[in-house]
């Protein structure tokens, strides 16, 4: 058996990654794809990498991205040469984006078409103003893993008799973290009791009721807290509940549903405050 010390070195261009390194390997038809899901305006996306091909080459990888605002994808496949991948970055160069609102994918792939298949997530993450997701280094994330974007959405004010609904946006998930209406009930003379329903279109998955009653003739505002039950109530205002933590699909309704409820009931718009993910 020959003494270690006396074999020839492995020989190998000038920069190639030595074992231990954290750096991808790329073959000739691994394509780089670039995606973007957000919700907010006016975002452009910078994504920037370094690449050490087989010649000993150092490449610069760099382009911009200019995502939609309605939580669906905007990609881009970009073709790379045989090589090891180093380092790949996003960064927000226009609008301002908060955690909840762009979440960023890069992700090698075999083809360029939109039915290649992805082998490797390189990126997964949200990126935002102040963090920067990197590969290698940034956790592999899901879009509803994590803190969401914290909004408080006024609803709109619907005509006399008629109730308040609100849909969750296509490709956003919510949960209700609170809810507040106004309602200023009519002369007619009847008790009515205020409900609030998550519905996916067909089912109704929770259903939170104020217990106090809303006579003819009251104004009364109505506030409703997931996690509580119902609650006390004055002459001017009732509490509700909803249970547990509350969550809502894209498309599915947060609505109210009152029982006795007169043509001349005047609802304000309503206002709810959720936590809000991209469902990518």
Request: proline share 5%; aromatic share 8%.
């Amino acid at each position: 058996m020959p003494d270690i010390t006396t074999l020839v070195p492995y020989s190998k261009p000038l920069g190639w990654p030595l074992f231990g390194c954290p750096c991808k390997y790329i073959r000739n038809n691994d394509f780089l794809r670039i995606s973007a899901w957000n919700s907010a305006t006016g975002v452009t996306l910078e994504w920037s990498g370094l690449l050490l091909t087989t010649a000993g080459d150092y490449v610069p990888l760099q382009g911009t991205l200019v995502p939609t605002t309605d939580r669906l994808e905007t990609s881009v496949a970009l073709q790379l040469t045989e090589g090891f991948l180093y380092h790949l970055q996003f960064r927000v160069t226009a609008g301002t984006v908060r955690r909840g609102q762009c979440f960023v994918k890069a992700q090698l792939q075999q083809g360029d078409v939109d039915n290649a298949i992805k082998h490797t997530t390189l990126i997964s993450d949200y990126v935002e103003l102040g963090y920067e997701p990197v590969f290698p280094g940034s956790p592999i994330r899901s879009s509803t893993e994590g803190p969401g974007l914290l909004r408080l959405i006024t609803g709109t004010d619907p005509a006399a008799g008629v109730e308040n609904s609100n849909t969750v946006p296509t490709n956003a998930r919510w949960k209700l973290l609170s809810y507040f209406v106004q309602l200023v009930a009519s002369a007619a003379v009847a008790n009515r009791f205020h409900q609030l329903r998550v519905s996916d279109g067909t089912t109704t998955h929770v259903l939170g009721q104020v217990d106090r009653a809303i006579t003819a003739g009251q104004t009364m505002q109505i506030s409703y807290i997931t996690g509580g039950v119902g609650g006390g109530a004055s002459g001017i205002a009732a509490g509700g509940g909803l249970g547990g933590d509350t969550y809502l699909a894209g498309g599915w309704t947060l609505a109210s549903n009152t029982r006795n409820l007169d043509t001349g009931d005047n609802f304000g718009a309503d206002a709810l405050h959720v936590e809000e993910w991209i469902e990518e």
